[in-house]
Protein backbone atom coordinates (compact mmCIF):
# COMPACT_ATOMS: atom_id res chain seq x y z
CA UNK A 1 0.00 0.00 0.00
CA UNK A 2 1.56 3.51 -0.96
CA UNK A 3 0.75 6.62 1.10
CA UNK A 4 0.66 9.66 -1.41
CA UNK A 5 0.54 13.10 -0.09
CA UNK A 6 -2.92 14.38 -2.04
CA UNK A 7 -1.97 17.35 -3.74
CA UNK A 8 -3.10 21.30 -2.11
CA UNK A 9 -5.54 22.35 -4.04
CA UNK A 10 -5.12 25.61 -6.27
CA UNK A 11 -8.14 27.55 -4.11
CA UNK A 12 -6.21 26.86 -0.89
CA UNK A 13 -3.07 27.89 -1.81
CA UNK A 14 -4.68 31.46 -3.35
CA UNK A 15 -6.78 31.89 -0.50
CA UNK A 16 -3.16 30.85 2.12
CA UNK A 17 -1.38 34.45 -0.03
CA UNK A 18 -4.61 36.56 0.09
CA UNK A 19 -4.55 35.84 3.79
CA UNK A 20 -0.69 36.48 4.06
CA UNK A 21 -0.88 39.64 1.49
CA UNK A 22 -3.84 41.07 3.83
CA UNK A 23 -1.99 41.04 6.83
CA UNK A 24 0.90 42.75 5.38
CA UNK A 25 -1.34 45.58 4.39
CA UNK A 26 -2.61 45.61 7.51
CA UNK A 27 1.52 45.55 9.26
CA UNK A 28 2.24 48.38 6.86
CA UNK A 29 -0.82 50.70 7.63
CA UNK A 30 -0.16 50.29 11.31
CA UNK A 31 3.15 51.35 10.55
CA UNK A 32 1.87 54.33 8.47
CA UNK A 33 0.23 55.44 11.05
CA UNK A 34 2.27 55.28 13.87
CA UNK A 35 4.85 56.97 11.82
CA UNK A 36 2.36 60.18 11.28
CA UNK A 37 1.87 60.07 14.76
CA UNK A 38 5.56 60.57 15.39
CA UNK A 39 6.01 62.97 12.81
CA UNK A 40 3.29 65.19 14.46
CA UNK A 41 4.19 64.74 17.98
CA UNK A 42 7.57 66.18 17.00
CA UNK A 43 6.63 69.06 14.77
CA UNK A 44 4.06 69.95 18.14
CA UNK A 45 7.49 70.00 20.26
CA UNK A 46 9.43 71.92 18.39
CA UNK A 47 6.69 74.28 17.79
CA UNK A 48 6.08 74.32 21.40
CA UNK A 49 10.16 74.73 21.81
CA UNK A 50 10.33 77.68 19.14
CA UNK A 51 7.38 79.23 21.64
CA UNK A 52 8.96 78.91 24.80
CA UNK A 53 12.38 80.29 23.55
CA UNK A 54 10.57 83.29 21.79
CA UNK A 55 8.52 83.76 25.32
CA UNK A 56 11.74 84.05 27.32
CA UNK A 57 13.73 86.34 24.64
CA UNK A 58 10.32 88.75 25.05
CA UNK A 59 11.60 88.29 28.93
CA UNK A 60 15.03 88.84 28.46
CA UNK A 61 14.09 92.10 25.67
CA UNK A 62 11.64 92.91 28.92
CA UNK A 63 14.21 92.92 31.28
CA UNK A 64 16.55 95.43 29.17
CA UNK A 65 13.31 97.61 28.70
CA UNK A 66 12.80 97.86 32.67
CA UNK A 67 16.54 99.60 33.17
CA UNK A 68 15.25 101.79 29.90
CA UNK A 69 12.48 103.26 32.02
CA UNK A 70 14.67 103.11 35.32
CA UNK A 71 16.87 105.25 33.74
CA UNK A 72 13.52 107.78 32.22
CA UNK A 73 12.17 107.75 35.96
CA UNK A 74 15.91 108.51 37.64
CA UNK A 75 16.09 111.30 35.22
CA UNK A 76 12.75 113.27 35.97
CA UNK A 77 12.99 112.39 39.82
CA UNK A 78 13.83 115.35 41.52
CA UNK A 79 13.01 114.25 44.93
CA UNK A 80 9.58 114.74 45.29
CA UNK A 81 7.18 111.58 44.42
CA UNK A 82 6.51 111.35 40.58
CA UNK A 83 2.52 112.07 41.53
CA UNK A 84 4.48 115.33 41.33
CA UNK A 85 7.67 115.59 39.20
CA UNK A 86 6.53 112.42 36.35
CA UNK A 87 2.80 113.77 35.62
CA UNK A 88 3.34 115.28 32.21
CA UNK A 89 5.68 112.18 30.65
CA UNK A 90 3.85 109.92 28.50
CA UNK A 91 5.27 106.80 30.66
CA UNK A 92 3.26 108.15 33.72
CA UNK A 93 -0.18 106.59 34.10
CA UNK A 94 -1.96 109.06 36.23
CA UNK A 95 -4.70 107.15 37.86
CA UNK A 96 -6.19 106.51 41.14
CA UNK A 97 -3.10 104.60 43.83
CA UNK A 98 -3.37 100.70 43.54
CA UNK A 99 -5.48 100.92 40.09
CA UNK A 100 -5.08 97.41 38.75
CA UNK A 101 -2.90 96.81 35.94
CA UNK A 102 -4.08 98.80 32.54
CA UNK A 103 -4.32 96.02 30.38
CA UNK A 104 -7.30 94.40 33.15
CA UNK A 105 -8.88 97.87 34.05
CA UNK A 106 -9.95 98.96 30.47
CA UNK A 107 -10.32 96.97 27.28
CA UNK A 108 -8.21 93.85 26.10
CA UNK A 109 -6.27 96.21 23.30
CA UNK A 110 -5.38 98.77 26.16
CA UNK A 111 -1.57 98.33 24.19
CA UNK A 112 -3.22 98.80 20.77
CA UNK A 113 -4.45 102.24 21.55
CA UNK A 114 -2.67 103.81 24.35
CA UNK A 115 0.26 104.98 22.65
CA UNK A 116 -0.32 108.86 21.85
CA UNK A 117 -3.40 109.07 24.25
CA UNK A 118 -4.18 112.22 25.18
CA UNK A 119 -6.35 110.69 28.51
CA UNK A 120 -3.61 110.60 31.24
CA UNK A 121 -5.09 107.30 32.80
CA UNK A 122 -5.25 105.41 29.59
CA UNK A 123 -1.82 106.20 28.10
CA UNK A 124 1.40 104.83 27.91
CA UNK A 125 4.77 105.60 25.84
CA UNK A 126 6.98 103.06 23.89
CA UNK A 127 10.32 102.38 24.33
CA UNK A 128 13.26 103.00 22.68
CA UNK A 129 15.80 99.67 22.81
CA UNK A 130 19.59 99.48 22.57
CA UNK A 131 20.10 98.03 19.36
CA UNK A 132 24.51 98.02 19.03
CA UNK A 133 23.64 99.22 15.36
CA UNK A 134 20.43 97.72 13.99
CA UNK A 135 16.68 97.57 14.50
CA UNK A 136 15.72 95.62 17.62
CA UNK A 137 13.19 93.30 16.40
CA UNK A 138 10.59 94.17 19.13
CA UNK A 139 8.43 97.05 20.60
CA UNK A 140 8.16 97.58 24.05
CA UNK A 141 5.37 100.33 25.69
CA UNK A 142 5.51 100.96 29.40
CA UNK A 143 3.19 102.41 32.04
CA UNK A 144 4.16 103.78 35.34
CA UNK A 145 1.58 104.28 37.86
CA UNK A 146 1.34 104.70 41.93
CA UNK A 147 0.65 101.63 44.37
CA UNK A 148 -0.28 103.77 47.04
CA UNK A 149 1.66 101.98 49.54
CA UNK A 150 4.45 104.13 51.21
CA UNK A 151 6.99 103.63 54.25
CA UNK A 152 9.23 105.39 56.52
CA UNK A 153 11.72 102.39 57.54
CA UNK A 154 12.66 100.92 54.41
CA UNK A 155 15.11 103.91 52.54
CA UNK A 156 18.32 103.44 54.20
CA UNK A 157 19.67 106.65 52.80
CA UNK A 158 20.04 109.89 55.10
CA UNK A 159 19.63 110.35 58.32
CA UNK A 160 16.14 108.16 60.18
CA UNK A 161 12.87 109.83 58.86
CA UNK A 162 14.24 111.98 56.52
CA UNK A 163 13.03 109.64 53.54
CA UNK A 164 9.60 108.09 52.84
CA UNK A 165 9.99 104.65 50.12
CA UNK A 166 7.47 105.51 47.48
CA UNK A 167 6.26 102.77 45.90
CA UNK A 168 5.18 102.24 41.57
CA UNK A 169 3.73 99.91 39.57
CA UNK A 170 5.83 99.34 35.69
CA UNK A 171 3.80 97.31 33.44
CA UNK A 172 5.98 96.62 30.22
CA UNK A 173 4.57 94.87 26.90
CA UNK A 174 7.28 93.45 25.00
CA UNK A 175 5.98 92.90 21.11
CA UNK A 176 7.90 91.07 18.67
CA UNK A 177 8.25 92.64 15.89
CA UNK A 178 6.47 89.68 13.97
CA UNK A 179 3.62 89.90 16.55
CA UNK A 180 3.78 86.79 16.97
CA UNK A 181 4.79 86.87 20.51
CA UNK A 182 4.40 89.61 23.12
CA UNK A 183 4.86 89.42 27.25
CA UNK A 184 3.25 91.42 29.70
CA UNK A 185 5.73 91.88 33.21
CA UNK A 186 5.01 94.22 36.39
CA UNK A 187 7.18 95.34 38.28
CA UNK A 188 6.92 97.01 41.87
CA UNK A 189 9.77 100.18 42.09
CA UNK A 190 10.62 102.09 44.94
CA UNK A 191 11.70 105.83 44.93
CA UNK A 192 12.93 107.14 48.33
CA UNK A 193 11.24 110.89 48.72
CA UNK A 194 12.36 113.19 50.52
CA UNK A 195 10.04 114.23 53.52
CA UNK A 196 8.69 117.90 53.52
Known amino acids: MSCATPAPRAGARRSQAGDITLVTL?????????????MRSSTVETLMNGNNLARQKD?????????????????TYGGAPLETSAVNQPWYRDVTAGTAA??????PTYWDTCLGNSTASLRCAALTLPSNGTTP???AYVVVQPTGRYDTTSCSVGTAGQFTA???????HIVES?????????????????NS
Open 26 to 38: IFLLVCLLGLLVA
Open 59 to 75: VQVGDVALRQVESQILS
Open 102 to 107: PQTTTT
Open 178 to 194: SGATAVNTETVYRICTI
Open 166 to 172: EYYDIFL
Open 137 to 139: PYT
